[in-house]
């Protein structure tokens, strides 16, 4: 038989079920983790004596040659040899000879493949703690300049209270820092070593598989050998912590795409992060942020598809699992080229801050103010609350704004108006008043500017 496992089946496979179970097409990513991985295990095996030093030194280097090999692209891998495990070893046996064969000694391809998923996705996972700071250190880069910047504060996309702008970014500072957290706490989990657990109960060679932990920077083994070939939750996590932080990534894109707006003006995306109509020559599309939120859900898609997968699954490794790679393949994907391209375009958008000024100067989101205002001067909130609907209320019927309405029709709603009622509207005044911690005053801002610099630290 051609098949390396070959030696039991009387037939060949049928084309279509090589063709259906291959997964060298995607596993091909983990070619260096697989070579990893096995130069690890082959050290082990000769420091156990379980190998000659001589055949451990020949695999060694029958590695080292296919990877020099697969890094100049001479490698053609085979549909017929499955996967990536299969497919080294084959070139390693073709590059040595039978010597090659011993290099399986003590392993399965169960936690071969598993191993090489915790080494690839601690890489990744690292990768994008990095990127993930490259896009707080452009918020924060932003934030420092637009301390002063005001602009209306929403909810329910309604204007609500006029804010800093630089208060504004930092908030998707402070989420990407969570993400970032939970990037880092994951790697506790994806730092444990399967290898070495076989098929599913070990082995009966004297193997060490501390040593493998070790060479392989590993903090810990996996204490349960049908554990450690069937555990896929450090993928889950991480689907699942990647899914929150496209959901930070989508929330800030849909704010960039509002922003950019003819009716917001508040920013413009740089050209090079922009789009233009086919028919309509006025415009730029804002399609990078757009596209950003779409792929939001792919990434969504990856981590229900991997649970669906898991949740009827009897122990240890079983077939489906081969479907838990191209779904964390493409969320890393999608991660690494979202994050790449969101840190630029934070940098390179213009704050369009006399646009954000004018905003919160024609609308009512000084209000609250006006009944803070009457309660410092004795009135309980309530009836000051009811006080400044009304107020409100006639100031709309007149088409006025807050500050435009004078002393006397601020008197025929209390009594305890005075003149200094139009230095407390003002803006400014009302993005200084809330220098309560975590607030928007300047004050508060700037220090919010410090830890977050000392987070990135």
Not at 51 to 70: C, S, V
Not at 142 to 158: K, R, W
Not at 205 to 214: D, G, Q
Not at 316 to 343: C, H, I, P, W
């Amino acid at each position: 038989m051609s098949k390396l496992w070959g030696g039991r089946f009387t037939k060949e496979t049928n084309k279509l079920v090589e063709v259906f179970t291959a997964s060298i097409n995607f596993d091909q990513k983990l070619a260096f983790e697989d070579i990893e991985g096995s130069l690890a295990h082959v050290q082990m095996l000769s420091e156990c004596n379980i190998i000659p030093k001589n055949d451990a030194e020949t695999i060694k280097n029958g590695l080292l040659t296919i990877k020099q090999k697969i890094e100049n692209g001479e490698v053609q891998f085979s549909v017929e040899n499955e996967d990536i495990h299969m497919n080294i070893e084959k070139l390693l046996i073709d590059e040595i000879g039978p010597v090659g064969g011993k290099l399986h000694t003590g392993r399965s391809r169960n936690d071969q493949v598993a191993t090489d998923m915790h080494l690839y996705l601690r890489n990744q996972t690292l990768n994008i703690i990095e990127l993930v700071k490259g896009v707080q250190t452009a918020l924060l880069q932003q934030a420092e300049e637009h301390v002063h910047t005001i602009l209306p504060g929403y909810t329910h996309l309604q204007r609500a209270q006029p804010v800093s702008f630089a208060h504004h970014l930092l908030a998707y500072f402070w989420m990407f820092e969570r993400d970032k957290d939970r990037l880092q706490d994951s790697l506790k989990r994806i730092n444990w070593s399967p290898l070495g657990s076989g098929a599913l109960a070990g082995t009966t060679f004297p193997i060490n598989r501390s040593k493998t932990a070790e060479l392989l920077g590993f903090d810990k083994v996996y204490p349960n050998s049908m554990d450690a070939v069937s555990d896929r939750d450090f993928i889950v996590e991480f689907l699942s912590i990647s899914s929150l932080l496209m959901t930070h990534i989508s929330r800030l894109s849909e704010e960039l795409v509002i922003w950019s707006s003819q009716e917001f003006q508040f920013i413009e995306l740089d050209d090079s992060f922009c789009t233009g109509s086919s028919i309509m020559p006025q415009k730029k599309n804002p399609d990078v942020p757009e596209l950003l939120r779409a792929k939001t859900g792919r990434v969504y898609g990856n981590l229900v598809g991997l649970l669906t997968v898991l949740k009827g699954l009897p122990l240890a490794y079983n077939k489906d699992m081969q479907e838990d790679k191209e779904g964390m393949f493409d969320t890393v994907e999608t991660l690494d080229g979202s994050l790449r391209l969101l840190a630029p375009m934070i940098e390179t958008m213009t704050v369009n801050t006399d646009k954000m000024y004018a905003a919160v100067a024609q609308d009512y989101s000084n209000a609250t103010d006006i009944a803070d205002y009457l309660v410092t001067k004795g009135l309980p909130f309530r009836q000051a609350h009811e006080v400044i609907g009304k107020t409100v209320l006639y100031a709309i019927e007149q088409k006025k704004f807050l500050l435009a309405l004078t002393m006397d029709e601020y008197k025929q709603f209390h009594e305890l108006f005075e003149e200094d009622i139009y230095d407390v509207l003002q803006p400014k005044n009302v993005v200084e008043a809330r220098n309560s911690e975590g607030g928007t005053s300047s004050e508060q801002v700037k220090l919010q500017i410090i830890v977050a610099k000392q987070s990135l630290q």
